[in-house]
């Protein structure tokens, strides 16, 4: 097993951390950490909607009327509405009133902390056909709210891990919160991912070898306030999703992909499993997965 | 000659305190008598009844573990199923190796 360093933080509400080849240097680690660190406050300040001097809470308060975006707020905002269209409508960049009505009104260490008094009804989804995004102008319908969600720390993984690499660093994984992307030459047996139990976090459903790309879970046991109470809005019916899927797996060569296909995947099912490679949690005790997998005999070695 | 009526006797001022005394006593302990002779309704715990709370068993999940045919050949493969009973297709448990490098499970707060 390749010996490895790492270096944690927490960003975008979620604890980050950047693991690497120890024999890269403490040098290159370090300059590394800085850029990780870095990427990840520079795409905090822009996609939060928890931060009022954010980007996204600036557009969001100028629902209905033209506003000038950053290139890189523009960027994903138009892979945003790709993956829409690509996903019938189940990922969903203007969940927010839908989340917001279900309790999830402030940032998640808050909301634990304090008990939510009553919730709202549901309130319709499926509004991302009516943004109109001309190159870096911008135009919500006035009633809607955008919420990258995932979506963003996804986008910001790929780029920390992209300049940890810059850094001089053989090979990089930056995990936030689970969504993890490695970026350079990872050891030839590549890296070894666990994913963990959603009834028990410290147990784990299965270990996965990760060569290239990324890898995202989207689970509705995690950022949950209350019984059917969780971040997973189906755009269907604005509401928590529950569709008996627990847990989703999903692999992708980006790690803002793997968040749009975890996504998906959840509100889907196993029929996802056709066109993704993933591993799903059912809420009946099944793990259904359709990766190929090495021998205990390889596992021992 | 006419019959004598006898008079009804009056209770001394003694006994009419402890026909007092009684009548309070049981007009006061009747709810207890009541509930305690009532039948208590069935129950499926054994606890149920003697003041200790009711026991509670969670079900662990054993996972079954299902693999389908991959779409196409990604970049990630499973090498360890961990803890769980397997069927379906061609999953084993394999021995717990070492702690993995890192983990997922869903958005961490």
Known sequence: MTPTVRHDFRAMGTPVALIADRRAGTRAFARAARAVGSVFAREELRFSRFRADSELSRVNAR???WTKVSPSFAALLGYSLEAAARSAGLFDPTVLPALVAAGYDRDFDELLAGARDALHPPRPCGRWTHIELDGELLRLPRDVGL???GVAKGWTVDLAARAAVEEGLPWAVVNAGG????????PADGISVSVEDPDDRSAEVARLSLESGALAT???TARAWGPGLHHLIDPRTGLPAD???VQATVWAPTCAEAEVRSTWALLEGPAVLDRTSAVLVMDDGRVVMNLEGRSPAEVAS | MTDQVAKPRRLSRRMLRAWAWIAGGVAFFSPWTILGLSPKPASGTPEAGTGKRPVVIIRKITR???VRAAPTSAPVRYVYTGGASSSGSSVSSAPAPAPATTTTGGSHP
């Open chain 1, 147 to 149: 919420d990258f969600g």
């Open chain 2, 64 to 66: 079954r573990v299902i």
């Open chain 1, 218 to 220: 989207s689970s509705v």
């Open chain 1, 63 to 65: 629902a209905g009327r």
């Open chain 1, 243 to 245: 569709t008996g899927v």
């Open chain 1, 179 to 186: 969504d993890l992307r490695i970026a350079g030459t990872p």
